[in-house]
């Protein structure tokens, strides 16, 4: 068709192996002024292999981060924007992926506590690690949850960025809330009842 054609072609070779190349043709006149097709093949068969390596571990990744129990957050490490959020956290705290992304961690009101201001997140970066094992957030329709909270600093294709994890834990802290009191009203009916009182073993 008198055009340059460029394709991706897997060719089968000598030694039996199939190999990847780019192949690349096009019309030309020869010494004679005759026309003839002139081709290069470009063999990018380990680039190619890592293009799809790459691709198989994004795919995985993509699954866990949808599919995780937990609530993820993704910051841009250097200004603080949230450039990811999965299922889990919009389920959990009521915001849309829109009032999520590409806002600064400090302007949704949950986290102020946490993110009061730029000056704030700025230690979260120097600090490189943060834990809370029993932080208080507010749902987008004003419930208060208990969650813990965990982010970490590391390079995703040479930039920083922050993952936030935000595990709900308000059935935990209830439970364990309901048997402290049970356990104290237990042990003040022990100490006042007039009544001889001991706990023995199935033995006796």
Known sequence: NERPEIIELDILAKDNLIKTVLWNST??????GKKVVATVAQDITLRKNS????SIL??????????????ILILDADTGKIVDVNPFLIELLGY??????????????????????KEKFIELQQEEYVRYDNLPLKTSGGHNISVEFVSNVYMVNNKKVIQCNIRDITERKKAEHDLIVSETRLRTLVQTIPDLIWVKDMEG
Do not use: H, M, V
């Open 58 to 71: 994004e795919t995985r990744y993509r699954r866990l981060f949808e599919s995780a129990k937990d609530g």
């Open 96 to 117: 849309s992926k829109t009032e999520f992304t590409e806002k600064f961690i400090w302007e949704i009101g949950t986290f102020r506590d946490i993110f009061e201001n």
């Open 27 to 32: 019309n030309i006149f020869d010494a004679e």
């Open 51 to 54: 293009e799809d390596a790459l």
